[in-house]
């Protein structure tokens, strides 16, 4: 049975683009039946340039992501999700919807490197920087295993991730 993760920032252009692109494509590469998707509160329309750079430069295919509302998310026809996660403060702080399924919540929050200084470069490395941390959390969750936990285990095993 597949594990659907939901990621979710305010933009869904930047981070949580960065989180479901590397949570798939580390789990096609562990042969995981894992699926991540993003979306946001307030959806920009666009993806950062510099989140699909990292992206493809990690080996991540990218052409078929967009910028998506949470609201794509709410229904009982749409995935259950086991776990969603939020990557910015301001997600973090919102009131999310109900999710079918009561998933386990956590946030792990990264600086927006949109921000950097610094210049395109700044910026580059910045969202490299970003997206390797975020790898990082990704392997973590990839290894525990999820279909076996009650919530309670996956609540205690993520907070762990999210202090390393």
Sequence with gaps: MTINVLILCTHNSARSV???GMLNHLAATAGKDVRAFSAGSAPS??????ALEALTNAGVDVSSYRSKSWDEFVGDDKPVMRVVITVCDSAARETCPYWPGSPVKMHWGYADPSNAAGGDEGKRIAF???????AYRMLQLLALPMESMTDAELQAALTTISRT
């Design 128 to 134: 490299e920087l970003t997206r390797q941390a975020i």
């Design 18 to 20: 960065l989180a479901e």
């Design 45 to 50: 329309g666009k993806l950062n340039p510099f």
